[in-house]
């Protein structure tokens, strides 16, 4: 449904988005993750034909996005980060006017507004001004807008960013329930258990750069036999750089004070990656062991947290 070849785009002497590409087919969650100005939002923007890319080209259902740009926009429904809503107006009367904007008739438009309420368990307060919503209701019609036109390709730009748990629980139910239909969706989070769970792949950006991208196995395996080893300790002003041998037998993928988090270079035995760590020259508290979350692959990409 979409295909995103080498887009790069440039603002002044900053380089947000640098030759990236990636696909999403129909049914399919894609996550893009990444840190605040990791390219993100860029990315979703030259998608949808608000920015045009310096280079590269979008696809859209195999047609070239700069070819036709209305034909393609028809296609797709875009939830941006932030809220496109109007205050005043009700939850029912913000679907309906996102409705006409799409080119629903007026009759179509109140029609799947009904729906969109429905599903989205807001039925009860479609009649109230949506400057009486709570924050996860106002996320959920501002989702709810960009599906009226029931788009094929729909772009998520962190639907869920500043909501409680159950608000977050509740979109991503629904979200789900969206591939049923077929529809292709890009999202991009800060989130890290959402994309674990939600998306069937995951691209990690960072400084506008795809640096790797797979199921959450394939990615799990960039990081030894897919192991990662938690030392508890104190460390002091230790460093593991001047450990004998340490550096050929694993990578540091995090250190504090009180802890160190590494993988194994190469694809060796958890046992004896156990027999090393036990061996280091310092009184240990535990060491532990377990499979690499995304933040895990993500520091060994990166180097620093997602959300730094």
């Given at each position: 449904?979409?295909?995103?070849s080498?887009?790069?785009k ?11 590409s990636?696909h ?14 990791a390219g ?5 923007s ?55 904007i ?32 709570s924050g ?19 772009l998520?730009?962190?639907?869920t ?31 890290l ?7 069937q ?12 991208e ?15 080893f ?10 593991p750089?001047?450990?004998?041998g340490f ?5 540091v ?32 508290r ?23």
């Open positions: 449904m979409l295909n995103v080498a887009i790069s440039s603002f002044g002497a900053i380089r947000a988005v640098d030759g990236v990636f999403v087919a129909e049914g399919e969650i894609y996550g893009l993750i990444g840190p605040n100005g993100k939002t860029t990315t979703i030259m998608v949808c034909g608000l920015l045009r890319p310096d280079a590269g080209e979008v696809f859209i259902q195999g047609k070239p996005f700069s070819a036709n740009p209305r034909e393609a926009k028809r296609l797709m429904g875009v939830t941006p980060q932030d809220l496109a809503l109007y205050d005043e107006l009700t939850g029912r009367e913000n679907l309906e006017f996102w409705g006409r799409a080119g629903l008739k007026p009759a179509d438009a109140r029609k799947r507004a009904a729906e969109l309420l429905d599903a989205l368990s807001l039925t009860d307060r479609a009649k109230d001004p949506l400057k009486t919503y996860g209701m106002k996320r959920r019609v501002n989702l709810g807008c960009a599906l009226l036109h029931r788009p094929k390709l729909l998520l730009d962190e639907p960013v500043g909501i409680d748990p159950q608000a977050r629980a509740r979109i991503l139910e629904f979200i789900v329930g969206l591939r049923s239909s077929g529809t292709a969706i890009l999202y991009t989070t800060h989130y258990e959402e994309a674990e769970t939600l998306c792949r995951v691209g990690i950006i960072d400084h506008g750069k795809l640096l790797a797979g199921t959450l196995s394939q990615l799990q395996e960039r990081l030894g036999k897919g192991l990662v938690t030392v508890d300790a104190d460390f002091g002003g230790s460093s750089a001047q450990w004998e550096a050929e037998r694993f990578l993928l995090q250190q504090s004070e009180t802890q160190l988090v590494v993988a194994a270079v190469g694809r060796r035995d958890p046992s004896d990656c156990l027999k090393d760590l036990l061996a280091l020259p310092l009184p240990l535990n060491v532990s062991l377990k499979r690499p979350s995304l933040n895990d692959v993500f520091l060994q990409l990166t180097g620093r947290q997602l959300r730094e």
